[in-house]
């Protein structure tokens, strides 16, 4: 029986010890953490550092973490690669380990046509029988997928195999125009680590995928969301939109920024990223974040919001 892919859904950080090889230890804390606050499952995307990983990692990551999730919610898993024969295999190691749901990013290192980027992920989508989540990487993308050719795969796939996680710029309109394109049957879920939540929400979002330093906020506004809370829930989402403006400096940043806060609340022993890093923030910016989290935590406790 598939599950229903929905909800709140962080991605998970990929925690290094001294030697900078992954922590499977720290990692299992991580998974538990996300459920712990309420979330509906979990992703091992981008953020993950994946690009920063060997083959053998990767798999072995995606196999620790279907592991330890103990079939209590939905395990997506970045499949992504430079070339759609290497998409396929880590698509099939995916399916074949157990996760739920695919999360498929474009090539990064080429500027594809819009018929070449349609081609990559239709030839994916036909190899594996579970969904996938087609992923625009704002970070990466040379050039996005047109919400006409989003919406041609839904046509092509139906909606219960095809998903999608958009993020390019202006996400609002762009999230409107994909659904209006698909007649509503685009599920869609909000990618921007919560920055747009409250606008996209409305617009119709099937979920939202953050990171796990900020998985508790993100149940919290999401929750009031769902319950037409719209007056609590806009302190949160106006605090939690400067946190990831602090954050979304860089890809680098926002993983530091991550397992910072990770270690901060006991999940992670260390922050480590694996380099070479493009920015490092200074301990006056980890101040900002830390006094910025507590923030949001005080207004959270004043909503009395339930799980």
Same mark, same amino acid.
Request: hydrophobic fraction near 40%; charged fraction near 25%; aromatic fraction near 8%.
């Given at each position: 029986?598939?599950k229903v892919i929905e909800?709140?859904?962080?991605?998970?950080?990929?925690?290094?010890?001294?030697?900078?090889?992954?922590?499977?230890e720290d990692y299992r804390?991580?998974?538990?953490?996300?459920?712990?606050?309420?979330?509906?499952?979990?992703? $091992?995307?981008?953020?993950?550092?994946?690009?920063? &990983?060997?083959?053998?990692? +990767?798999?072995? /990551?995606?196999?620790?973490?279907? %592991?330890?999730?103990?079939?209590?919610?939905?395990?997506?898993?970045?499949?992504?690669?430079?070339?759609?024969?290497?998409?396929?295999?880590?698509?099939?190691?995916?399916?074949?380990?157990?996760?739920?749901?695919?999360?498929?990013?474009?090539?990064?290192?080429?500027?594809?046509?819009?018929?070449?980027?349609?081609?990559?992920?239709?030839?994916?989508?036909?190899?594996?029988?579970?969904?996938?989540?087609?992923?625009?990487?704002?970070?990466?993308?040379?050039?996005?997928?047109?919400?006409?050719?989003?919406?041609?795969?839904?046509?092509?796939?139906?909606?219960?195999?095809?998903?999608?996680?958009?993020?390019?710029?202006?996400?609002?309109?762009?999230?409107?125009?994909?659904?209006?394109?698909?007649?509503?049957?685009?599920? $869609?879920?909000?990618?921007?680590?919560?920055?747009? &939540?409250?606008?996209?929400? +409305?617009?119709? /979002?099937?979920?939202?995928?953050? %990171?796990?330093?900020?998985?508790?906020?993100?149940?919290?506004?999401?929750?009031?969301?769902?319950?037409?809370?719209?007056?609590?829930?806009?302190?949160?989402?106006?605090?939690?939109?400067?946190?990831?403006?602090?954050?979304m400096n860089s890809v680098?940043?926002?993983?530091?920024?991550?397992?910072?806060?990770?270690?901060?609340?006991?999940?992670?022993?260390?922050?480590?990223?694996?380099?070479?890093?493009?920015?490092?923030?200074?301990?006056?910016?980890?101040?900002?974040?830390?006094?910025?989290?507590?923030?949001?935590?005080?207004?959270?406790?004043?909503?009395?919001?339930?799980?």
């Amino acid at each position: 029986m598939n599950k229903v892919i929905e909800g709140v859904l962080p991605v998970c950080l990929t925690p290094f010890d001294a030697a900078y090889d992954i922590d499977e230890e720290d990692y299992r804390k991580q998974i538990d953490h996300v459920y712990n606050a309420g979330a509906n499952g979990f992703v $091992i995307g981008q953020v993950s550092e994946l690009l920063r &990983l060997n083959t053998f990692e +990767r798999h072995s /990551l995606i196999e620790l973490a279907v %592991a330890q999730n103990e079939n209590r919610g939905i395990v997506i898993a970045s499949t992504g690669a430079e070339s759609t024969r290497n998409a396929i295999d880590y698509s099939l190691h995916a399916q074949d380990a157990g996760v739920d749901c695919l999360l498929l990013m474009h090539p990064t290192t080429t500027a594809l046509s819009e018929e070449q980027m349609y081609n990559y992920y239709q030839e994916v989508i036909t190899r594996v029988s579970i969904p996938v989540m087609i992923h625009h990487a704002k970070s990466y993308a040379k050039i996005p997928l047109s919400q006409e050719n989003q919406a041609r795969l839904v046509n092509e796939f139906g909606q219960d195999k095809v998903l999608f996680k958009p993020e390019s710029s202006p996400t609002p309109p762009k999230l409107s125009i994909l659904r209006d394109m698909s007649e509503g049957k685009a599920k $869609i879920f909000e990618g921007d680590g919560g920055m747009m &939540l409250q606008d996209c929400y +409305r617009r119709g /979002l099937a979920g939202t995928i953050p %990171a796990a330093d900020t998985v508790e906020i993100l149940v919290c506004l999401w929750s009031l969301l769902k319950a037409d809370r719209v007056d609590d829930a806009r302190n949160i989402a106006h605090a939690l939109s400067y946190l990831m403006c602090l954050m979304m400096n860089s890809v680098d940043c926002y993983q530091t920024i991550g397992k910072h806060t990770l270690k901060r609340l006991g999940v992670f022993k260390s922050d480590r990223v694996r380099p070479p890093l493009d920015y490092i923030p200074d301990q006056e910016t980890l101040s900002e974040v830390d006094r910025t989290f507590d923030y949001i935590y005080s207004l959270m406790e004043q909503v009395k919001w339930q799980k």
